[in-house]
């Protein structure tokens, strides 16, 4: 059983297209995130929510919209979408004492 | 705030030599500290973690860290690099003990030369 699954695994749209992420972990985790890591490989943290509740929104556009349903859910949706949201997305959980545990990515390709 | 600085965007090693990769961290309360690496087209996998233990950390794959509060450090290590070692390697801070954002280095490519 994959700990933190996200689908897709790859994302090909075009410009001003609506898309969505979705992010499942069975770890029993209080805490999900959503990471960017952009084409020099550079992983920053765009938003944590703990027990479904937004905790951190570092300075993401509005366009992009995180919704927890439940504390095994965090899916990311993209409005309008632009080159510049081209990029690899990783969610993540963690727990305390239990530490962190990483999804395998969705590659998203904006044309 | 928490920041990591890794020194050396590329390090290049022979096969059998030493691989240090350096990481040096700012942090207002005791960190909690990671290294992951991620191979080409793949997701990040945890090599080892330092939690206020030991100071000397091993991880997987042979790989180890030493924390050195004195010196803000937490550089990786391993005696003997193979082939398969290449890859992007990252640190990682958090204050947290589990319900905080990691906070990364900007990542070290290391190449192994046959």
């Known amino acids: 059983d994959t700990a933190v699954s996200q689908t897709p695994k790859y994302l090909v749209t075009q410009m001003g297209n609506d898309k969505s992420i979705k992010c499942e972990q069975n770890?029993?985790?209080?805490?999900m995130y959503w990471y960017k890591q952009d084409s020099k490989k550079f992983l920053k943290i765009m938003f944590s929510?703990?027990?479904?509740?937004?905790?951190i929104n570092e300075t993401v556009p509005n366009r992009f919209s995180p919704k927890s349903p439940d504390k095994a859910h965090l899916n990311l949706h993209i409005n309008s979408l632009e080159l510049g949201d081209s990029a690899v997305y990783f969610c993540?959980?963690?727990?305390?004492?239990?530490?962190?545990?990483f999804g395998s990515g969705t590659r998203l390709t904006v044309v | 705030a928490q920041s990591v600085t890794q020194l050396g965007s590329h390090v290049s090693v022979s096969e059998g030599a030493l691989v240090l990769l350096r990481c040096n961290y700012s942090?207002?309360?005791?960190?909690?500290l990671f290294w992951y690496v991620q191979y080409p087209n793949q997701g990040l996998q945890l090599l080892l973690k330092?939690?206020?233990?030991?100071?000397l950390v091993k991880g997987i794959n042979g790989f180890e860290a030493e924390f050195k509060k004195s010196e803000t450090s937490f550089h990786l290590t391993k005696p003997s690099a193979h082939m398969s070692d290449a890859a992007e390697y990252f640190c990682?801070?958090?204050?947290?003990?589990?319900?905080?954002?990691?906070?990364f280095g900007k990542g070290t490519r290391l190449s192994v030369i046959a």
């Open positions: 330092y939690t206020s233990a030991a100071t």
């Open positions: 990682a801070v958090t204050e947290g003990a589990g319900n905080t954002p990691l906070v």
């Open positions: 770890l029993g985790h209080d805490t």
């Open positions: 993540a959980s963690s727990q305390a004492r239990r530490g962190y545990t």
């Open positions: 942090s207002s309360v005791p960190p909690y």
């Open positions: 929510y703990n027990n479904k509740e937004l905790i």
